[in-house]
């Protein structure tokens, strides 16, 4: 979402083979920097299910906040999830 907005998202995959290694953060605050730094964003968001432990951890370890739970917000598994939503905007 550009125009007005200066919004993004952000989403991680890391093969379970190479969890708890610290690749994950160092990718997620990379991605940050970037979004803010070059690509001038003003806000990003991620979207995670409310199951998903490891990607709260993270999130929060590179300083996203919680926001609130998106209700019925992506459609997977064969129907509407709920995602909690974490967020950082620029400083």
Known sequence: ????????AIG??????????????????EALHIAF???HF???EAHINLDNTASIHLAESVGMKFECIGEKFIYEFGGWTDNLI??????
């Not at 083979?17 to 994950?24: A, D, H, K, L, T």
Request: glycine residues 8%.
């Open 37 to 39: 730094k070059s690509l």
């Open 12 to 29: 991680y995959r890391l093969h379970n083979q190479f969890w708890r290694q610290g690749y994950g953060k160092e990718a997620v605050k």
């Open 42 to 44: 003003h806000r990003i």
């Open 86 to 91: 974490y967020y950082m905007n620029a400083k």
């Open 1 to 8: 979402m550009r125009d007005e907005f200066q919004w993004g």
